[in-house]
């Protein structure tokens, strides 16, 4: 299960870094995308870059970084960390995927965990399951799992070809050794073009992708669609379209898009319900003080947990047949699956 929320910081902005990542937010994401000035962009890569060297990994928020499609080798080249829980991928097509895990450091890693896998014969080896802690919505887990989404500037949505200023330009960048990353880190793709929408299926089936995502600012831009009262329905409906995609191909939940009017509490809150009703399990946030707001809205409730439990039990003592609800209702396998799906959320 992905973290319950993910909070946005720019990429050049290393004085927020630890803040962010020593609050509330269950992950952080280093925007290397839209948040960054095209000139700053290369001293945002080694800020990112030099805080993941310093980072401890089994302590605060998880680390995620939102990378460019228009500059993704740079971004990789820079992020590629074994202390970096997962990516955000802006503007998702296949042709992005493809080219993310061609990296090379991306394909050192996979033949790295690959070589694990098999004895000096060549002859697969059977790892021994990891065991894996279960987080409870207040904690935050570290291995690695992601979303979504951010609005992002460009009114058409799409990203913009990075050009590269002189040399000159760019600062003095200490020449290293990348750091060795041995398992790749967790991808959201982020539905923020037509295409992406279009190319939903083709993508669900990356093997390198965990979830979908959505920037709904750009998707509407890019299908020239106007949000109003009016359009509503258009919005629920291609939401739906992500949420469908990702659970068929059996991915992890997606993850919602964050409100820019950060001031509107009880708006969000209320869209955040939403966003879980239609099967989102996850939400970005632009601001601190979004971020309890989005927990209080998927966490489920203590009368939620009970409930899940007493089906689970009902359904358990029946023999995995037959069973009712304290209500008289039927317990089917559906009924069964929610309500293993609440505890999970729940930490329990």
């Excluded at 820079?78 to 895990?101: E, K, M, Q, R």
């Excluded at 790749?184 to 089936?205: D, F, K, N």
Aim: proline share 8%.
């Amino acid at each position: 299960m992905l973290p319950r929320s993910f909070l946005y910081v720019p990429g050049n902005r290393p004085d927020l870094f630890d803040k962010a990542a020593g609050g509330q937010a269950d992950a952080v994401v280093l925007d290397l995308e839209d948040a960054v000035p095209l000139p700053a962009k290369a001293e945002a890569r080694e800020a990112v870059r030099r805080w993941l060297d310093t980072r401890d990994p089994t302590t605060g928020a998880q680390a995620w970084v939102r990378v460019d499609p228009a500059a993704l080798t740079a971004d990789l080249d820079a992020v590629l960390h074994p202390h970096l829980d997962g990516l955000f991928l802006a503007t998702a097509t296949p042709t992005a995927l493809d080219a993310l895990t061609a990296h090379p450091r991306w394909l050192r890693s996979e033949r790295q965990r690959a070589s694990r896998n098999h004895d000096p014969s060549g002859r697969p080896v059977v790892e021994e399951q990891a065991v894996v802690e279960e987080r409870a919505p207040a904690s935050v887990s570290k291995p690695p799992t992601p979303a979504v989404v951010e609005e992002r500037a460009p009114a058409t949505g799409r990203p913009v070809v990075e050009e590269r200023a002189p040399a000159s330009d760019h600062p003095v960048v200490e020449e290293r050794a990348p750091a060795s990353v041995s398992k790749p880190p967790s991808v959201v793709a982020l539905i923020e073009s037509a295409e992406g929408l279009q190319t939903l299926q083709q993508m669900s089936t990356h093997p390198a992708l965990t979830a979908f995502g959505i920037g709904e600012v750009d998707l509407l831009g890019d299908l020239r669609v106007t949000r109003t009262h009016r359009t509503e329905a258009v919005v629920l409906a291609l939401r739906t379209q992500v949420v469908v995609a990702g659970a068929a191909a059996g991915l992890k939940a997606p993850v919602a898009p964050t409100s820019t009017d950060f001031r509107d509490l009880e708006a969000f809150a209320e869209s955040t319900r939403l966003a879980l009703d239609l099967g989102f399990r996850s939400r970005t946030a632009i601001h601190p003080a979004q971020v309890p707001v989005i927990h209080d809205a998927l966490t489920p409730t203590a009368d939620e947990v009970a409930a899940a439990h007493d089906v689970v039990s009902r359904y358990e003592a029946s023999g995995s047949s037959v069973a009712l609800d304290n209500s008289g209702r039927l317990i089917d396998g559906a009924v069964v699956r929610g309500a293993r799906e609440t505890l999970a959320r729940a930490g329990t």
